[in-house]
Antibody, heavy 119, light 111 residues
Framework: EVYLVESGGALVEPGRSLRLSCTAS????????MYWVRQAPGKGLEWVGG????????GYADSVKGRFTISRDSAKNSLFLQMDSLRPEDTALYYC????????????WGQGTLVTVSS | QSALTQPASVSGSPGQSITISCTGT?????????VSWYQQHPGKAPKLMIF???NRPSGISTRFSGSKSGNTASLTISGLQAEDEATYYC???????????FGTGTEVTVV
């Protein structure tokens, strides 16, 4: 069975940086296309960005482009989200999710890690 | 990429059927059969209910079904049950630099 566990969420001041981690079990992240999705408090889901199984970028949302970077460590079977120049509007629960093989569908999600950007 | 449009809320009585619409454009919903639907209960992660427009993952009740016509996809819940109370989101592949776009979300109430 596949499990995705996010970590690294914290309270940070505007302008600072934070790195989130998503550790996977039951799959190899270098064989799976994976994504970050966020949800601001009381709001809907927003796709953030992703990394292809072959290490290529799946793009970033306009709201985070140039500030957020997705990377991975195959040895740790982990996906990362480096968030720089954080803004209050980046406050959200950040989910890690994987693509379904053979489709463009997010079929497995972690439980999320909370990022709060506030002074 | 603008969010897909869903009604803010839909309600129904136990046993009834409800349908949630999800309207996009010819660049997302209308161009790809990669529409999925997610159920989210408060404080929980989203759960996949429908993928590729009208397919159910293993373990999902046959009461949930999906369809698409043009730029609009739909989720139908038949035989509505109390446990179906949740927020539902549609999602579409876009094929562009922003891979996915979500719907605005629909709160389903069983009255």
């Amino acid at each position: 069975e596949v499990y995705l566990v996010e970590s690294g969420g914290a309270l940070v001041e505007p302008g600072r940086s934070l790195r989130l981690s998503c550790t996977a079990s039951g799959l190899r992240i270098d064989e799976t296309t994976m994504y970050w999705v966020r949800q601001a408090p009381g709001k809907g889901l927003e796709w953030v960005g992703g990394m292809s199984w072959n290490g290529g970028s799946m793009g970033y949302a306009d709201s985070v482009k140039g500030r957020f970077t997705i990377s991975r460590d195959s040895a740790k079977n982990s996906l990362f989200l480096q968030m720089d120049s954080l803004r209050p509007e980046d406050t959200a629960l950040y989910y890690c999710a994987k693509d379904m093989s053979g489709s463009y569908t997010l079929d497995c999600w972690g439980q999320g890690t909370l990022v709060t950007v506030s002074s | 990429q603008s969010a897909l449009t869903q009604p803010a809320s839909v309600s129904g009585s136990p046993g009834q059927s409800i349908t949630i619409s999800c309207t996009g454009t010819s660049n997302d919903v209308g161009d790809y059969n990669y529409v999925s639907w997610y159920q989210q209960h408060p404080g929980k992660a989203p759960k996949l209910m429908i993928f590729d427009v009208n397919n159910r993952p293993s373990g999902i009740s046959t009461r949930f079904s999906g369809s698409k016509s043009g730029n609009t996809a739909s989720l139908t819940i038949s035989g509505l049950q109390a446990e179906d109370e949740a927020t539902y989101y549609c999602n579409s592949y876009t094929g562009g630099s922003t891979t996915y776009v979500f719907g605005t979300g629909t709160e389903v109430t069983v009255v």
